[in-house]
């Protein structure tokens, strides 16, 4: 899989960043969420995550792709 640099937000926290694949997906590196209340609401599968990243990040996203998955 290729990457290709789209942004990222530096944070006392971290530095959350976004990535476009040549596989038309993206990869977001963020805070791992932990907490039991917030991942009691979500159904993810075993072999799933997801990460959490500030909303500044997504204006990295390229404006052909803001409301459509890719």
Do not use: N
């Not at 040549?22 to 993810?44: C, E, F, M």
């Not at 072999?47 to 998955?69: F, I, K, N, S």
């Amino acid at each position: 899989m290729k990457l290709r640099f789209l942004g990222k937000v530096s944070t006392p926290g971290g530095s959350p960043t976004l990535y476009a694949t040549d596989r038309g997906t993206y990869l977001i590196q963020g805070w791992k969420v932990t907490h039991p209340g917030t991942l009691s609401q979500l159904k993810i599968p075993f072999r799933e995550t997801c990460v959490e990243v500030p909303a500044d990040l997504m204006q990295y996203l390229p404006a052909e792709d803001h409301g459509h998955a890719p």
